[in-house]
C-alpha cells in the first residue's frame, strides 16, 4: 500500500456497492454552525454534542433541527426558549439541508430561490452557487492597504439518495496585514492554506480547492474522503486539531454504539518546505477520537493521535480504525510521534457549556513532582465556558478561554514527525510555550444582522540568540540549551494584546456586507514592538470571513 490514496481507493471499491444512506457536512466557519452551538446547548438532543470533530455531519443533525422546528411550530414547552431569530435560523437551515428532510417536509419540495442553479430531481439533487468576495483594508503602520480578492464557485449535491458531496473552488489574491505577511517571510507560509505564490506589491495569490464524497455505510456507519480541513473540540482554539495549516487528503469514519461514538481519521500532511532533511518521505496523521453521553448534558472524549513520515508508504500497523495508536507506536519501538488527551463539556441550565482539553505529548510525574521544569514534560490544557442567550438578551452569546501549552509541546526530533502541515501548526497557531486568554461575544440582534466582537490576550518566550526556546514547533526539541528550568515565557518573552469587532449585513442569503476593526499591540522583552490598527470593508457571497486572530 504506497500512500493514503491507496487507503481510500481501497475502501471505496470494497463498500461502494453497501452504500444505503447519504451524509454531509457543514463547512468550517458557516453562519449555521452558531445557531448549532446554540441548539447543542439548549434541545438536548441525541446527535448534538455526541462528536467534537467538526464539520458536523448534516444528515444526523437535521433530524433534530426538524424535531424541534416541529415543537416550536406546535408551541410545544420544550421549544419555548428558541427566540424569533432562532426560529428565522432554523428555518434557513432546513431550506439549505432540503435534500436531507423528510419526504413529507415542505423545505424537501419547496425551490430554494436562493441558489442559482438548483437541480431537485427524485435520484438527483445538486445546486451550484457562485463563491466571491472583495475586501479593503487600511492598516495604520503600513502604507500599503491590504486586500482579498476571491472568485469561484461551490457546489452540492445528492445522487440516487446515496452518495452526498461538495465542492468549493476559488482563486484568490491577497495583501495581508503586516503582521501576517512577517509570519508568512518567517514560515514560508500563508495561514489556511498550503500553496502560494508571490505577486506584485507584497501581495498573495493561491487556489483554495475542496471536496469530498460523503456516504453511510451501514446505519450506523458514515464515511467521508476528501481534501478539506477538519476540527477538533468546541472551543475557540484547539489543542487537538485545527483548520489554521490548511486543507489535507483525509479520510474519516464514524461509528456510533449506544452511547458511544468512535471517529477515525486519516490524513496526509505537507511535510516542511526548505526544512525537511527526508525530502523522499511522505507525513501522514493518524488520529481516533472516542466519545461519549455519561448523560444528556456532559460528554468525554478521548483523543489518540500518531504523526509519522514513511518512505513512499504508510505505516501499515496503523491502518485498523479501533487501536490504541500510543500503544501501537510504542510496542513497534518507532521514532514516531504520539499523542494523547481528553475532551469533556457539560451542558449546565440549557444556557451555559462548560468545556475543555488537556493534551499530553510527554512527561514524567517524578519530573512534575520535582518540579524543576523539565523540558520533557510537554503537555498542555484548555478551559472555556460559553453563556448563550446572556443576561436574558436573546441571540447574545458570551465566551471565555483560556489555553497553555508548555515548550516544545508538539515538537520532535525528525522534522517529518512534529505536529505540523505546511510549515505551520496542526493544532493552536501560536504552536507551543504559550499562555493565551480569549473572550468573544456574538450578538445576532436582528434576523440579517450579526454583530461580534474578540480579545485575545497571550504571552509567549521566543527564541533568542539562535536558541530554540521550544515554541517553534518545526525545530529540533534535541538543539535545547539546558535540560532544566524551562518555563512559559522562557527565552525572549513576547506579549499580545488582540481586539477585533466585526459587523455584517446579510442582504441576500449568505450575501454579506461587511465592517470591522482590529487593533494588536504585539511587545518583546528584548527587540521593535509592534502596534497597528487595521479597519476592513467588503463583500462576500457564499464564503466565510477570514481572520488573521494571533
Known amino acids: 500500500m504506497q500512500s493514503i490514496k491507496t487507503i481510500v481507493t481501497f475502501l471505496l471499491v470494497l463498500f461502494f456497492y453497501q452504500l444505503n444512506a447519504q451524509t454531509s457536512y457543514s463547512a468550517l466557519g458557516h453562519k449555521e454552525n452558531t445557531l448549532l452551538e446554540r441548539l447543542a446547548i439548549k434541545a438536548k438532543q441525541p446527535n448534538f454534542g455526541a462528536s467534537y470533530l467538526k464539520p458536523y455531519n448534516i444528515r444526523l443533525l437535521v433530524k433534530d433541527v426538524e424535531f424541534i422546528d416541529s415543537l416550536q411550530r406546535n408551541n410545544n414547552r420544550i421549544a419555548a426558549n428558541i427566540s424569533k431569530v432562532d426560529k428565522y435560523n432554523i428555518t434557513r437551515f432546513l431550506m439549505t439541508h432540503k435534500e436531507y428532510t423528510s419526504a413529507t417536509s415542505s423545505f424537501n419540495n419547496q425551490k430554494t430561490n436562493f441558489n442559482v442553479i438548483e437541480i431537485n430531481k427524485p435520484k438527483f439533487f445538486m445546486t451550484i452557487n457562485p463563491a466571491v468576495q472583495y475586501r479593503f483594508g487600511a492598516e495604520t503602520d503600513n502604507k500599503q492597504s491590504s486586500y482579498l480578492m476571491s472568485a469561484g464557485l461551490e457546489a452540492k449535491g445528492l445522487i440516487g439518495k446515496k452518495v452526498g458531496f461538495n465542492i468549493y473552488a476559488t482563486g484568490n489574491k491577497e495583501r495581508t496585514p503586516a503582521y501576517v505577511s512577517a509570519f508568512t517571510q518567517k514560515f514560508q507560509a500563508?495561514?489556511?492554506?498550503?500553496?502560494?505564490?508571490?505577486?506584485?506589491?507584497?501581495?498573495?495569490q493561491y487556489f483554495d480547492i475542496r471536496g469530498s464524497v460523503q456516504w453511510t455505510l451501514a446505519k450506523a456507519i458514515d464515511m467521508q474522503v476528501g481534501y478539506d480541513r477538519n476540527f477538533l473540540g468546541d472551543g475557540q482554539r484547539s489543542l487537538f486539531l485545527s483548520d489554521f495549516s490548511g486543507s489535507s487528503l483525509f479520510l474519516k469514519t464514524n461509528l456510533r454504539l449506544w452511547r458511544f461514538n468512535f471517529e477515525s481519521l486519516y490524513m496526509q500532511l505537507t511535510p516542511q518546505f526548505g526544512i525537511v532533511k527526508k525530502s523522499n518521505f511522505k507525513k501522514y496523521l493518524r488520529i481516533n477520537t472516542l466519545s461519549t453521553d455519561i448523560t444528556k448534558w456532559l460528554n468525554v472524549g478521548i483523543f489518540d493521535a500518531v504523526v509519522f513520515g514513511r518512505e513512499n508508504q504508510f505505516e501499515l500497523d496503523y491502518i485498523l480504525p479501533f487501536t490504541?495508536?500510543?500503544?501501537?507506536?510504542?510496542?513497534?519501538?518507532?521514532?514516531?510521534?504520539?499523542?494523547?488527551?481528553?475532551?469533556?463539556?457539560?451542558?449546565?441550565?440549557?444556557?451555559?457549556?462548560?468545556?475543555?482539553?488537556?493534551?499530553?505529548?510527554?512527561?514524567?510525574?517524578?519530573?512534575?513532582?520535582?518540579?524543576?521544569?523539565?523540558?520533557?514534560?510537554?503537555?498542555?490544557?484548555?478551559?472555556?465556558?460559553?453563556?448563550?442567550?446572556?443576561?436574558?438578551?436573546?441571540?447574545?452569546?458570551?465566551?471565555?478561554?483560556?489555553?497553555?501549552?508548555?515548550?516544545?509541546?508538539?515538537?520532535?526530533?525528525?522534522?517529518?514527525?512534529?505536529?505540523?502541515?505546511?510549515?505551520?501548526?496542526?493544532?493552536?497557531?501560536?504552536?507551543?510555550?504559550?499562555?493565551?486568554?480569549?473572550?468573544?461575544?456574538?450578538?445576532?440582534?436582528?434576523?440579517?444582522?450579526?454583530?461580534?466582537?474578540?480579545?485575545?490576550?497571550?504571552?509567549?518566550?521566543?527564541?533568542?540568540?539562535?536558541?530554540?526556546?521550544?515554541?517553534?514547533?518545526?525545530?529540533?526539541?534535541?538543539?535545547?540549551?539546558?535540560?532544566?528550568?524551562?518555563?512559559?515565557?522562557?527565552?525572549?518573552?513576547?506579549?499580545?494584546?488582540?481586539?477585533?469587532?466585526?459587523?455584517?449585513?446579510?442582504?441576500?442569503?449568505?450575501?454579506?456586507?461587511?465592517?470591522?476593526i482590529a487593533m494588536r499591540n504585539y511587545k518583546l522583552a528584548v527587540g521593535t514592538n509592534n502596534n497597528t490598527v487595521i479597519f476592513n470593508i467588503g463583500f462576500r457571497w457564499n464564503i466565510t470571513r477570514r481572520n488573521y486572530e494571533f
Not at 500563508?190 to 498573495?204: E, K, Q
Not at 468545556?355 to 513532582?369: P, T
Request: net charge neutral; glycine share 8%.
Open 190 to 204: 500563508v495561514p489556511g492554506f498550503a500553496n502560494y505564490s508571490l505577486v506584485d506589491s507584497n501581495a498573495l
Open 324 to 516: 490504541f495508536l500510543r500503544a501501537m507506536e510504542q510496542q513497534a519501538g518507532s521514532p514516531d510521534n504520539a499523542l494523547m488527551g481528553l475532551n469533556v463539556k457539560a451542558n449546565v441550565h440549557q444556557q451555559v457549556q462548560v468545556y475543555g482539553q488537556i493534551i499530553l505529548d510527554e512527561f514524567l510525574l517524578s519530573e512534575i513532582k520535582a518540579n524543576r521544569g523539565w523540558w520533557a514534560n510537554k503537555f498542555g490544557y484548555q478551559l472555556g465556558v460559553k453563556y448563550i442567550d446572556a443576561f436574558k438578551i436573546s441571540n447574545l452569546d458570551l465566551q471565555a478561554e483560556i489555553n497553555r501549552t508548555r515548550p516544545f509541546t508538539y515538537s520532535h526530533f525528525d522534522s517529518v514527525s512534529n505536529y505540523s502541515n505546511n510549515n505551520m501548526p496542526l493544532a493552536h497557531p501560536l504552536g507551543a510555550g504559550f499562555q493565551e486568554y480569549i473572550f468573544a461575544a456574538k450578538y445576532q440582534p436582528l434576523k440579517k444582522l450579526y454583530l461580534d466582537a474578540k480579545i485575545i490576550y497571550y504571552y509567549q518566550g521566543q527564541d533568542t540568540a539562535g536558541q530554540n526556546m521550544g515554541t517553534n514547533i518545526l525545530e529540533d526539541y534535541n538543539k535545547r540549551p539546558t535540560n532544566y528550568g524551562w518555563k512559559i515565557g522562557s527565552g525572549n518573552k513576547a506579549t499580545c494584546f488582540y481586539f477585533n469587532a466585526n459587523a455584517a449585513y446579510e442582504f441576500k442569503e449568505n450575501f454579506f456586507l461587511d465592517a470591522g
